[in-house]
T-cell receptor, first 112, second 113 residues
Framework: NAGVTQTPKFQVLKTGQSMTLQCAQD?????MYWYRQDPGMGLRLIYY???????DKGEVPNGYNVSRLNKREFSLRLESAAPSQTSVYFC???????????FGPGTRLTVT | TQLLEQSPQFLSIQEGENLTVYCNSS?????LQWYRQEPGEGPVLLVT?????EVKKLKRLTFQFGDARKDSSLHITAAQPGDTGLYLC?????????????FGTGTRLKVLA
């Protein structure tokens, strides 16, 4: 089992460009999450999907959109990248909302 | 204002030393998780403490949940370089109100050989 996979691992964007971060899990988990991690700020929730077909905003959703494509996949889209979105992005999944979260290896995004 | 404050923020110690890190909140939680994140990787769950006053041991790591379930501590005995990483505490699930799936600010530990 691969667990949680994320693509790409690294990305450099120019201000205003768009991109989609992909995430997939093979553990048959119901819940999936997107976080960003910045120095001194810890992990902050962007969006989550408690179950297939539902998505909800987290602490820092502005500038992002998400799609729960199916039970396995949860993508994060930046429509118009800004330097403030430079960060490391982590996708995670869990059996249900109160269970252990399993994290992917992260995507390091730089916006210039 | 952070719901979960962790201290110290940074800690650099020699191999063999003992240390304690803390996770504090003004809110009461039904349970608390501790994760460790190694450089370049995602966090991995170490333990979940559930009952007020509970102590759990994981080899050289001892976790304690405060009696009032507002705080927790992690004690490492005889630290080793493999303990290096970012330690994060988190209440599992959607806690209350706007505080969903939150993590503490983290303690970054470096153990020198």
């Amino acid at each position: 089992n691969a667990g949680v996979t994320q693509t790409p691992k690294f990305q450099v964007l120019k201000t205003g460009q768009s991109m989609t971060l992909q995430c997939a899990q093979d553990m048959n988990h119901n819940s999936m999450y997107w976080y960003r991690q910045d120095p001194g700020m810890g992990l902050r929730l962007i969006y989550y999907s408690a179950s297939e077909g539902t998505t909800d905003k987290g602490e820092v959703p502005n500038g992002y959109n998400v799609s729960r494509l199916n039970k396995r996949e949860f993508s994060l889209r930046l429509e118009s990248a800004a330097p403030s979105q430079t960060s490391v992005y982590f996708c995670a999944s869990s059996r249900d909302s109160n269970y252990e979260q399993y994290f992917g290896p992260g995507t390091r995004l730089t916006v210039t | 204002t952070q719901l979960l404050e962790q201290s110290p923020q940074f800690l650099s110690i020699q191999e063999g030393e003992n240390l304690t890190v803390y996770c504090n909140s003004s809110s009461v939680f039904s349970s608390l998780q501790w994760y460790r994140q190694e450089p370049g990787e995602g966090p991995v769950l170490l333990v979940t403490v559930v009952t007020g006053g509970e102590v759990k041991k994981l080899k050289r790591l001892t976790f304690q949940f405060g009696d009032a379930r507002k705080d927790s501590s992690l004690h490492i005995t005889a630290a080793q370089p493999g303990d290096t990483g970012l330690y994060l505490c988190a209440p599992p699930g959607a806690t209350s109100g706007t505080y969903k799936y939150i993590f503490g600010t983290g303690t970054r530990l470096k153990v020198l050989a």
